[in-house]
């Protein structure tokens, strides 16, 4: 039975429960420090403030800590939020300025607005004394400021006698910023007349002048030379803020005119942004950082002395208050608890106090700093909440709202599950979780009786039902009820039961080999009223069977088989089959080895290199998973075609050697080398090739061929034969041997053909006699030394021509087209030189006439021949 007031306030709780964008106010725009110039034609000033609420807020606003009401004046109202002072007064209407915003959930107040008014009074009308001085004799007019406020600026005008001038300072007249004042270092005739000191306020633009002050210059004396005496000097100590800007002022008094420098007292250079103005008097360092900081002096100095006026500048690092733990809005069940927390930063070190609704916080709240913490929560703590971080350069606000909920139990966003399905075996877990407030006492009924605690079923402490080891006989209705001293509710879910799903065959794992196909079964039974899905995953990834030409899934009910076409090494690994049910997910897993040729192998690297042998030594790359059992060594050089197999020591290199020599090199030749790998599979991918490596210089080894020779005109003879190649030639200068001698003689006659390309010599000798048989032989050299001859062959030198010709030469018609001619051969010894073959010449005179012959002796027709016809 719920109390009158407690049916209103819950009431009124579901009615902003269901309009969820109600909430308290949220300041949008703050009112900031400002300066406002007041200038004839400013009549008003806003200062702003604006905030968002639902329902919209409404404004109030203080001044000093006092509110401001109607009998505050005329001169304030309120435009929106925003406060509108009408005719300000510089000394009523300046002060502290908060904005306050209240709506039905709350009240936040804003920041501290420090609002100053820029103004300049005008000096008094009093007249001024005349100033009587010596020329030389130093002077200080004071100015003596008329009331203002904002930033001014200081001028001196002379009239001489009517006519005003601003004074041009100078190494002997300084105008001081901070007072006003003129300083004239050493007075002069010309400095004779009317000072007037000119104000100027940066912000309004007004400028006002005092009375003139009359200077005189005496003639009864000159003064006398003096040193300098500082009189325009900066502070002892002087804070800074890091990235402000600090002007120095010093002048001195003294005859002759002092001249001003400025150092550094640690002897270091003064930094390049300094900037030293009017003759020396101001010193300005912008954009101050802590290196800027130290001692600073400033030097005046004449022929009558020096005088040195010193101060510190001290880098101050003020930080400026920032949030690094703000506070968030929170919605808290009644008799719940709160804590909140709020942190800044800044320097100095920034505490903390709490406000509720605008005001100081009080009562059971427990404050620790930046921490709030309120136990057992009730309808009165709901408000608007703020932290205040504070430092003597100013403050920060954080705002949130705080929301208690107190409601009966609804299902209405959060019901029981309709339908629960499960594994027979499995587990079942019903969750209750109604919006209560405060929390609900939970309890589950199943028909008409209550569920309690068993070995099977539990309750766990947020309301939820958890049954284990399901069997049929547990399948119903089960409801859940909730209840609180604000009332009770109920939700009703279905648990259903099925069989289980499990794989009857699974996916086995095999060894195959690159190109295969094959299927990687996987088949489940389940209960009848539930639709499997399958899926395969390949090393941990599902597979995407449309962008996967290699893999397809055939089969269809309680199959889903994988086909993996044409596979290759980098389908080795795990695959998965998983069966997903709505009431369960099974699966089983199948490692493929996939085995193929060897891959590259790695790091080879040439060394010990000698003329016909190298060393190589590699690295194994995968074997991909069928063990090396021998390895290749391949060459190439510029005169092979392709890749080559050469020999090695051993002449078979087992799988587990990694290194060989290769033998049967050729000298002076550039090779490339590279190795394959062999499995039983297959030969694999070769190794990358060695950078080209020349094999070291050696004596020829292989010998000219085909050597012969013969022919060539009388006293020579001719010997020729095919080169060898650059391949064998074995080093650089290489060239032949010519060797040779007559035959029965002892000594041999040797010369040299430098040319690699050659294959004819001939030697010349005119007592050589014809058909002389020698015994030739052919070598090679080069810058090695010399190699190996042919084998010896005879040759002949050159022949004579015949000295006798043929004779009994006649001819017959053999045919209409055919002649017949006839001669008697030349006996073998009665002409020079052997008769190797005769010659005939026609000459076809006409058809009518008889053919001429003239038989001559020669090589054209057969030795052996004595009729020719034509």
């Not at 106090?353 to 009562?363: I, P």
């Not at 594994?423 to 209550?450: D, F, K, N």
């Not at 070598?779 to 040759?795: A, L, M």
Request: hydrophobic share 35%; with cysteine.
């Amino acid at each position: 039975m719920l109390l009158p007031w407690e049916l209103i306030i819950l009431l009124s709780l579901k009615a902003c429960l269901a309009d969820n964008t109600r909430h308290g106010p949220v300041f949008t725009q703050e009112p900031s420090d400002s300066v406002f110039p007041l200038n004839t034609d400013d009549k008003q000033v806003f200062i702003n403030c604006r905030a968002k609420g639902n329902p919209p807020p409404h404004y109030r606003w203080t001044v000093n800590g006092r509110a401001i009401t109607a009998e505050s004046g005329p001169n304030y109202s309120l435009v929106e939020g925003n406060l509108l002072i009408t005719n300000p007064h510089v000394v009523n209407h300046r002060g502290v300025y908060q904005c306050i915003a209240t709506n039905t959930f709350g009240t936040i107040v804003s920041r501290e607005a420090k609002v100053e008014f820029a103004f300049l009074e005008n000096f008094s009308g009093k007249p001024r004394n005349t100033v009587s001085v010596r020329e030389g004799q130093a002077v200080v007019l004071l100015c003596g400021p008329p009331l203002h406020y904002g930033g001014t600026l200081f001028y001196s005008g002379s009239s001489a006698p009517h006519n005003l001038f601003f004074l041009q300072q100078d190494a002997r007249r300084f105008i001081s910023q901070r007072t006003g004042d003129l300083y004239i270092a050493k007075v002069e005739a010309s400095d004779v007349g009317n000072y007037t000191c000119a104000v100027r306020n940066m912000m309004t633009n007004a400028t006002v002048f005092s009375s003139p002050a009359p200077v005189v210059v005496r003639r009864d004396a000159v003064m006398g030379e003096y040193e300098p005496k500082i009189e325009v000097q900066f502070p002892d100590a002087l804070r800074v803020s890091k990235g402000s800007s600090v002007k120095l002022e010093c002048f001195a008094l003294g005859n002759p005119v002092p001249s001003i420098s400025w150092r550094r007292a640690d002897g270091n250079p003064l930094p390049g942004k300094i900037k030293i103005n009017h003759s020396a008097g101001v010193l300005e360092i912008p954009y101050f950082r802590p290196e800027d900081a130290g001692v600073y002096e400033c030097v005046a100095e004449n022929s009558r002395g020096r005088n040195v006026a010193r101060g510190q500048l001290l880098f101050q690092n003020v930080e400026h208050l920032h949030w690094l733990h703000t506070l968030r809005d929170a919605d808290i069940a009644i008799d719940a608890g709160l804590q909140w927390e709020c942190k800044a930063m800044g320097n100095p070190r920034p505490t903390y106090k709490w406000l509720k609704n605008g005001q100081m916080l009080t009562g059971r709240a427990r404050i620790d700093a930046g921490k709030l913490t309120i136990s057992r929560i009730s309808l009165l703590d709901s408000g608007m909440y703020q932290c205040v971080a504070q430092n003597e350069h100013g403050s920060i606000y954080a705002s949130a709202e705080l929301k208690v909920v107190a409601s009966p139990p609804d299902f209405t966003l959060r019901p029981v599950k309709k339908s629960t399905v499960v594994q027979r075996g499995g587990e079942a877990v019903l969750e209750c979780r109604p919006r209560a407030s405060p929390r609900a006492a939970i309890s589950w009924w199943r028909g008409g009786q209550l569920l309690m605690d068993a070995e099977r079923q539990t309750i766990m402490d947020d309301g939820t039902l958890r049954i284990t080891n399901i069997s049929k006989a547990d399948a119903g209705r089960y409801t859940c009820v909730a209840r609180n001293h604000f009332g009770s509710s109920s939700s009703t879910g279905t648990l259903v039961v099925k069989e289980p799903t499990r794989i009857t065959v699974p996916p086995l794992s095999l060894d195959v080999t690159t190109g295969q196909s094959l299927v990687l079964p996987c088949e489940v039974s389940s209960d009848s009223s539930l639709n499997p899905k399958f899926k395969w995953f390949f090393n941990g990834k599902a597979i995407d069977f449309s962008r996967q030409e290699h893999f397809e899934m055939i089969g269809k009910g309680f199959a889903g088989d994988l086909m993996v076409r044409n596979i290759q090494l980098k389908h080795s690994g795990k695959y998965v089959c998983m069966v997903h049910t709505e009431v369960d997910t099974v699966s089983a897993a199948a490692e493929l080895t996939v085995r193929g040729p060897p891959g590259a192998p790695e790091g080879l690297a040439v060394t010990h290199i000698t003329d016909s042998t190298v060393q190589l030594s590699w690295g194994s790359g995968p074997d991909n998973h069928s063990p090396v059992t021998m390895y290749m060594v391949q060459a190439r050089t510029p005169f092979s075609i392709g890749w080559q197999t050469v020999a090695t020591v051993p002449d078979s290199v087992p799988g587990q050697m990694m290194h060989a020599t290769v033998k049967g090199l050729n000298p002076w030749v550039d090779y490339e080398f590279r190795v394959v790998a062999i499995n039983s599979v297959g030969v694999g991918e070769p190794s990358t090739r060695t950078k080209q490596i020349r094999t070291k210089a050696a004596v020829p080894k292989v010998a000219p061929v085909s050597v012969s020779g013969g022919g060539g005109a009388r006293g020579e003879l001719v010997i020729t034969w095919e080169p060898v190649s650059e391949e064998h030639q074995g080093g650089e200068d290489f060239g032949y041997v010519m060797a040779f001698r007559p035959v029965g003689s002892s000594t041999w006659i040797q010369t040299v053909v430098a040319s690699p390309e050659a294959s004819r010599y001939i030697y010349k000798d005119d007592n050589i006699a014809p058909l002389t048989q020698f015994e030739v032989k052919v070598g090679v050299y080069n810058s090695n030394g010399e190699g190996q001859f042919s084998h010896v062959v005879r040759v002949f030198s050159a022949e004579e021509e015949p000295s006798e010709a043929p004779s009994s030469v006649w001819a017959r018609a053999a045919s209409a087209s055919e002649i017949e001619v006839h001669w008697k051969r030349i006996p073998p010894g009665s002409s020079r030189g052997k008769i190797l073959a005769y010659e005939h010449s026609k000459n076809c005179i006409s058809e009518s006439i008889k053919n001429i012959f003239l038989i001559l002796s020669y090589h054209s027709l057969n030795a052996n021949f004595n009729q020719y016809r034509c």
